[in-house]
Every structure is written in structure tokens, then in C-alpha cells.
């Protein structure tokens, strides 16, 4: 008697190759990316998760209130620059997205954020590749594949420190801190635009 194989698909892995398929940035800089990215998942079933090494993917959300014309951002603990909230993707987020979110809510401390969407649902607006040490500082350094979305808070929202977050600041469109790089100065300005 035979045995058979089931191979079993990760519905988060499905899914993120479905967002970064269907999404279509208009930027070579950016495709070239997106093909890196997809291809990183062609290769590796485990391509989502922090263990994946020496690159995985990670999930995050630029926080805006576009009616004040702000956005939130957090001073990371360990580089010491002002970022968007966003981290790892893990197992109960059910997608790419719906990563993004988590991370943004539970970092923001603000209820009720949204996802931007469009006629097909949230899709990624930029993505960027940066080396971490995220597995520590005495091991070697990791590559996040970023996916970078923006969720939507409503017009005048507190943000609320948490565990998750060291320090939070809105900051104007055109007054972001000196502290911060310049894949967040483009993804403020994608946002901006997106949203106006």
C-alpha cells in the first residue's frame, strides 16, 4: 500500500504572495523589490517567520491622520531612530496585512485604526530591505523584507504608550524629526500622497 504526501499551504504565506503579486508599484526600484520578495517565498515555505534566516519577511503600517495632516511614529528601542510601527509577522495574523494592523494597533495603542484599501482590499504601498539584529547583537545580522502599509486613524486620535512602544510622537508632513531615515521620509511622502 502506497503512502500519499499532503503538502500543507501556510495560509499567511499564500497570502502574502497573493498582496505582493497583485500589487503593481510603478516604480522599477520598487518591482525589483517585489520580484526579490516573491521570489524569497518561492524558496522558502518558512520565508514569513523570524527563524527564517538570513531574511524573512516583517509586516508595517505608517499611522495617519490625514484630516491634521500627521503621522505617528515610534523611536525604536534598539537603532534609536523614529520609525513606523511594524514588526514580525506571526501565526494568528491570517495576513500580510492584517499584520501590518496588529503591529500598528498594539504599538499606537490607538482603537478602531483601518487599513488603506483599494477596489481590491488593502495592498502594500512601498517595501524596503534593511539588515537588522533581530536575532541579537552578538549574531550575525538578518535582512527584514519589509511590506509597508498605511492605516488610516481618525482625525484627532491619542496615541497610548505601551510595552510596545519606548516613545510615540505624532509629527507634521513636513516637520518629520531629524531622526529618522529616508525610507521613512518616502514612505511619508507615498502616504501623503495616497491619502490627500
Known amino acids: 500500500m502506497s503512502r500519499e504526501t499532503t503538502t500543507v499551504t501556510d495560509p499567511m504565506h499564500a ?7 497583485a500589487w503593481a508599484p ?16 518561492a524558496e522558502r ?11 524573512h519577511v516583517t509586516a508595517s503600517a505608517l499611522v495617519v491622520d490625514p484630516a491634521a495632516g500627521r503621522v505617528l511614529l515610534t523611536l525604536h ?15 494568528g495574523d491570517g495576513t500580510l ?3 501590518a494592523l496588529r503591529e500598528a494597533t498594539e504599538e ?3 482603537a478602531g485604526l483601518t487599513l488603506l484599501a483599494g477596489p481590491n482590499g488593502p495592498l502594500p504601498v512601498k517595501l524596503d530591505r534593511h539588515e537588522v539584529h533581530c536575532a541579537g547583537k552578538d549574531r ?9 502599509y498605511v492605516v488610516l486613524a481618525a482625525p484627532g ?24 531615515d529616508d525610507s521613512v521620509r518616502a514612505l511619508v511622502a507615498r502616504a501623503r500622497e495616497l491619502t490627500a
Open 157 to 180: 486620535a491619542r496615541e497610548v504608550i505601551s510595552e510596545e512602544s519606548l516613545e510615540l510622537r505624532w509629527f507634521d508632513y513636513d516637520a518629520l524629526p531629524e531622526l529618522t
Open 45 to 55: 515555505p518558512d520565508g514569513l517567520w523570524r527563524g527564517c534566516l538570513p531574511a
Open 108 to 110: 499606537s495603542g490607538i
Open 26 to 41: 510603478g516604480d522599477p526600484a520598487q518591482d525589483e523589490l517585489r520580484l526579490a520578495y516573491l521570489a524569497h517565498l
Open 140 to 148: 550575525p545580522a538578518n535582512t527584514h523584507l519589509d511590506v509597508q
Open 77 to 91: 528601542p534598539k537603532v534609536g531612530l523614529w520609525l513606523q510601527t511594524g514588526g514580525h509577522c506571526e501565526p
Open 97 to 99: 496585512a492584517g499584520g
Open 15 to 21: 497570502d502574502a504572495v497573493r498582496a505582493l503579486s
